[in-house]
């Protein structure tokens, strides 16, 4: 018969998130550059650390890593990463993205362009359910965009972030609403309609400064330029939008955008289907960082919570509430530190849940009202995050011609999601009295 270990709360047990974290923002400040040591090689010092100060026996050690790594969340998104830079690799091959690029350009005027991107990656995220999917499918033509016209690359790039992570929040097939839902045991459509009452006003703002921030671009743009393009080009594109919003499965319509790239590319005489392969495996090593970051972080968390690093973060904050104001905002501090810690939002959620659980029953919140802060400030932490998925491949595909600092502070939508969200924690139960009234 196994024996259950009880975990007992320790700060000690998250010195190697310590080390991981430090080591990597530490080398990346210091050179002025966050590629300066590969994000994988920062989460190793940590797990060597944890190897090092835990208490277990190695084989225990090594079987609490190995079930981290092997999560199955864990294990989706790497896949995903698989199939998503396939994607991006056969359609950039097949001239997809520069007939997407140069459609764009023919038909959107250009002081437009900052919300045009904005309101495609939202779209394409609530319809795939994943931010990251449609930050991989969007961010070569971001940067497309950038160099063929006047657009400035960082508020692109700021506008695609904050487009994909409100996509990602609102969306009803995306695990971090699941997640949300489940924990708190709500239904996905209320949960949608209280989540996006704090969410539009956000976007819309957001979508304003945009659109002031684009206005004098038509003036400085260039010579008109007559762009020719395919629309055949752009029906791989097609196909995954459509698919998603037919709610069809993110790794379906990845492989099935995938293949109809690869027959679109053959009958183009762009490549053969031997040479299609090399490119989607090319596809596959381009998310090697991200893939093994992921799988890494996921082992290293697991060896934390086990000793009870985790836990000592949710007692400690549970041990601040006082008042209803004050258990919404300690949910929001609970799963933004557990992101902090692990850097995925989903898996927060399902570690932060439970406990978000029973303040919201123990204060009598609204259910639906705290699935919303829960999966908001897992979305907002996350897409801040200089070691998180969606910044890291943003960077990447911006090949250094912007840093984490510009990504950030031209990311509008998160920073007013944050402020919006904090203001509407403070003063909603006035609101909701004078509505009564």
Not at 5 to 20: R, Y
Not at 31 to 43: G, K
Not at 111 to 118: D, L, N, P
Not at 403 to 420: E, K, P
Request: glycine share 8%.
């Amino acid at each position: 018969m196994a024996v259950t270990t009880k975990i007992i709360p320790k700060f000690s047990a998250l010195i190697p998130l310590f080390v991981f974290v430090f080591t990597f923002l530490g080398v990346g400040i210091h050179q002025n550059d966050f590629y300066a040591l590969p994000a994988p090689i920062a989460v190793i010092a940590g797990i060597v650390v944890a190897f090092l100060m835990f208490g277990q026996t190695i084989e225990t050690k090594i079987r609490t890593f190995l079930k981290g790594c092997g999560d199955e969340k864990i294990l989706t998104m790497c896949l995903i990463y698989l199939l998503a830079g396939a994607f991006a690799a056969i359609t950039s091959k097949t001239g997809s993205v520069d007939a997407i690029v140069n459609m764009g350009l023919d038909f959107i005027a250009l002081r437009y362009i900052y919300v045009g991107i904005f309101v495609i990656a939202g779209f394409l995220s609530v319809s795939t359910g994943t931010s990251v999917g449609a930050i991989v499918a969007l961010a070569p033509i971001v940067v497309g965009f950038a160099d063929e016209s006047s657009a400035d690359l960082a508020l692109l790039c700021g506008a695609l972030l904050g487009g994909s992570m409100f996509g990602d929040n609102l969306s009803v097939i995306s695990d971090t609403t699941i997640a949300a839902t489940q924990s708190l045991g709500c239904k996905m459509s209320d949960k949608f309609k209280q989540n996006i009452k704090i969410a539009l006003p956000a976007a819309l703002f957001t979508m304003g400064i945009l659109l002031f921030q684009g206005w004098d671009l038509a003036s400085v743009g260039t010579e008109t330029v007559a762009y020719s393009y395919s629309v055949l080009k752009i029906l791989p594109y097609v196909l995954v939008i459509v698919l998603s919003i037919a709610g069809v499965n993110v790794f379906v319509t990845l492989l099935l955008g995938s293949v109809s790239a690869v027959f679109l590319g053959i009958f183009s005489g762009d490549f053969t289907f031997m040479e299609s392969t090399r490119i989607a495996y090319t596809g596959f090593t381009n998310m090697t960082e991200i893939f093994l970051l992921s799988l890494l972080t996921g082992g290293l968390a697991a060896l934390v919570e086990r000793n009870g690093g985790i836990d000592y973060i949710l007692v400690n904050i549970k041990k601040r509430i006082k008042s209803k104001k004050t258990a919404q905002l300690g949910i929001a501090t609970l799963v933004g530190t557990t992101n902090m810690a692990i850097a995925n939002n989903t898996v927060s959620i399902i570690i932060a849940g439970p406990i978000a659980k029973i303040i919201n029953d123990d204060y009598g919140l609204d259910n639906k009202n705290t699935a919303s802060i829960l999966d908001i400030f897992a979305c907002i932490s996350q897409g801040l995050l200089p070691y998180g998925a969606q910044v890291l491949m943003i960077l990447s595909f911006s090949k250094g011609r912007i840093d984490y600092l510009d990504l950030v502070f031209n990311t509008w939508y998160l920073l007013l999601l944050l402020i919006y969200t904090l203001i509407y924690i403070n003063f909603s139960s006035i609101w909701n009295k004078c509505i009564k009234r």
